[in-house]
């Protein structure tokens, strides 16, 4: 096997224990991509995507569920359980099938990207939609696995949190040091709290002559750490990160205060605006949430905050082909002629 998982490189660093059951998917050691024409743009010195999207269900979930599923298989477990926007439903159905494990999964009725869905009926999960949203579902969650002999796997479950870490883990590796700014998209709080956690400890180690600002970015429509109150009825275009009561929302600001970074909101337009640079000037097709960073950069730098000289790393959360939807329904253009050369000629202006 080429790569060889969070579970075997970071022995150390995890909770892993004699008894833990060692797997991987390849999970891990995703590409940190450093994209030239948004530095421009941004004015900054170097500005880098972390490809969460190239883990095997395509998005950052697989660092916490990974270790998350070997605890609950050591502990004896035989059913998982999660609510959520899709992400963390399609990485736990893949890890507990790939470990023998059921999972069931409480998502939102309508709200969840069809690739997402595709992944959850594909690896076999029990899939309950319920009419509500995500924070509904996730209280749910919460009740019935303390009921039953069930384990929750969402970013409550520590072990999740743990596994995400590995993320800047890989950073500070790769670069040498940690960056001067972190920017990440915040929903339910869990990466932010990880990736402090793995900063923090990685400097502990010696590895990093400091640590990030921690700069989090909400939805406008979702935005309650920004606003300081559950928001009841959240909407965004990015519906991962439609979430108005976020699990970890005192361990995220105290990510942001301890680090000197900030959490705040962008609107679905710039978020949308951000989608579409990506793909269109950095080669990177992202789904909307992982756009979020990329919007609240150019929001602050647009505001007259200057980065120059600045290292920045956004993390880029999930795979774009995770939601065809939002990408095909904004299509500017196509072009539909009969299959003929002189007609395609012209209508290209080649010559
Ligand atoms: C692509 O899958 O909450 O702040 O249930 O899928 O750790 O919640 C997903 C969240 C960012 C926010 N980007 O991370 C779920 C879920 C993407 C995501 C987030 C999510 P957290």
Same mark, same amino acid.
């Given at each position: 096997? +080429? ?30 991509? /450093? ?11 170097e500005?880098?995507?972390?490809l ?5 269900? $395509?998005?950052f979930k697989? /660092? ?25 439903? &399609? ?5 507990? =099938? ?23 009926? @594909? ?5 309950? =939609?319920?009419?509500? %949203?995500?924070?509904? #579902?996730?209280n749910m969650v ?12 969402? =970013? ?11 993320g *800047? ?21 869990? %990466? ?19 640590t990030?600002?921690? @700069? $989090? ?24 990160? /439609?979430? $108005? ?22 609107? !679905? !337009? ?8 990506? &793909?269109? @000037? *950095? ?18 730098? /647009?505001? $007259?905050? =200057?980065?120059?000289? %600045? ?10 082909l995770?939601?065809? !939807?939002?990408?095909?329904? +904004? ?15 012209? #209508?290209?202006?080649?010559?």
């Amino acid at each position: 096997m +080429s790569k060889k998982g969070l579970l075997y490189k970071y022995p150390q660093n995890l909770p892993i224990t004699a008894k833990t059951p060692l797997f991987t998917l390849g999970e891990g050691d995703t590409p940190l991509v /450093r994209a030239p024409l948004l530095e421009k743009v941004v004015g900054c010195q170097e500005l880098y995507f972390k490809l969460e999207g190239c883990n095997p269900t $395509g998005s950052f979930k697989d /660092r916490g569920m990974v270790m998350a599923i070997a605890k609950a298989k050591e502990a004896g477990s035989k059913v998982v359980m999660c609510a959520s926007t899709g992400n963390t439903s &399609a990485s736990a159905a893949a890890y507990a =099938s790939s470990q023998g494990l059921e999972t069931i999964i409480l998502i939102p009725e309508g709200k969840i990207a069809l690739g997402k869905m595709a992944q959850a009926i @594909m690896h076999g999960a029990k899939i309950v =939609s319920i009419d509500g %949203n995500f924070d509904q #579902a996730l209280n749910m969650v919460r009740q019935l696995t303390s009921r039953y002999p069930v384990t929750l796997v969402n =970013s409550l479950n520590p072990y999740r949190i743990e596994g995400q870490k590995t993320g *800047a883990f890989e950073i500070i590796e790769v670069l040498g040091d940690a960056p001067d700014f972190l920017f990440i998209p915040v929903g339910n709080a869990g %990466n932010i709290t990880a990736y402090w956690k793995g900063f923090t400890e990685y400097h502990k180690l010696g590895k990093a002559t400091h640590t990030p600002k921690m @700069m $989090g970015f909400q939805a406008a429509g979702a935005a309650p750490i920004v606003l300081g109150k559950p928001v009841e009825k959240p909407e965004t275009i990015a519906t991962a990160i /439609r979430i $108005g009561n976020p699990a970890s929302w005192q361990k995220a600001t105290a990510a942001r205060d301890e680090s000197g970074g900030l959490i705040d909101m962008v609107t !679905d !337009d710039e978020i949308l605006e951000a989608y579409h640079m990506l &793909a269109s @000037m *950095a080669g990177l097709f992202v789904e909307p949430a992982s756009a979020a960073p990329l919007a609240g950069l150019l929001k602050l730098a /647009r505001n $007259g905050h =200057s980065f120059a000289g %600045n290292r920045i790393v956004c993390i880029a959360t999930g795979n774009g082909l995770k939601d065809p !939807d939002n990408a095909v329904k +904004s299509a500017p253009m196509i072009t539909k002629l009969p299959a003929d050369l002189s007609a395609i000629e012209e #209508a290209l202006r080649l010559g």
